[in-house]
């Protein structure tokens, strides 16, 4: 069975700060993708990265920068510098193959950053 | 381009009454997912379509039922509702073929739904 942990709840930290969310998954397949999708308040999830499991460069995009490891089974993603527009709920999630539509998603991570 | 719409945005139903949620996808996507969304029990698959048929379901009760049109839009409906059935229920739209961008979904604004 697939699954994904987003142990951290609740992150809370005052603006300019770093912060990393965690993302642990379990899965059998050798083949699979991880995503991060970002929540605003207005509801819709917004796609921020596919990373699939042969491909396990880090990748930095802005201020946005996400960690892949295998051999922990991780896939964490590290906001710098963080503004208040961050501010959302962060989920992490993974699919068993190229073209599946069903992802299994974390609970999610709400970040608040505070002026 | 226009992003994926979902009508209506908000509504509220009582117990044992039906509702029809609709989705209107990203114009040339073929595939139309729909999730709920609750507090206690996150983000969880439905069902997907793909040239109007399901191509995947989710873990769900029969009442929860879905169709999908030849021009893609969607429909997902939950009969004899319960106060359990209260949730965002988000539609996604992809290409639902092989190549890179395959999988990433593009989620609508999401479908309230609070049962009284």
């Known amino acids: 069975a697939q699954k994904v942990t987003q142990a951290q709840t609740e992150i809370s930290v005052v603006e300019k700060e770093d912060v990393t969310l965690d993302c642990v998954y379990e899965t059998r397949d050798t083949t699979y993708y991880l995503f991060w999708y970002k929540q605003p308040p207005s509801g819709e999830l917004v796609f921020l990265i596919r990373r699939n499991s042969f491909d396990e460069q880090n990748e930095i995009s802005g201020r946005y920068s996400w960690n892949f490891q295998k051999s922990t089974s991780s896939f964490n993603f590290t906001i710098t510098a963080s503004q208040v527009v961050d501010s959302a709920v962060y989920f992490c999630?993974?699919?068993?193959?190229?073209?599946?539509?069903?992802?299994?998603f974390g609970q999610g991570t709400r970040l608040t950053i505070n002026p | 381009k226009a992003g994926v719409t979902q009508t209506p945005r908000y509504l509220i139903k009582t117990r044992g009454q039906q509702v029809t949620l609709s989705c209107s996808p990203i114009s040339g996507h073929r595939s139309v997912s729909w999730y709920q969304q609750t507090p206690g029990q996150g983000l969880q698959f439905l069902f997907e379509y793909f040239s109007e048929t399901q191509r995947n379901k989710g873990n769900f009760p029969g009442r929860f039922s879905g169709r999908q049109f030849s021009n893609s839009r969607s429909e997902m409906n939950v009969s004899t509702l319960e106060l359990g059935d209260s949730a965002l229920y988000l539609c996604?739209?992809?290409?639902?073929?092989?190549?890179?961008?395959?999988?990433?979904?593009?989620f609508g604004a999401g479908s309230r739904l609070t049962v009284l």
């Open positions: 996604a739209s992809s290409s639902g073929q092989g190549g890179s961008g395959a999988n990433v979904l593009t």
């Open positions: 999630a993974l699919s068993h193959r190229q073209g599946a539509q069903k992802l299994v």
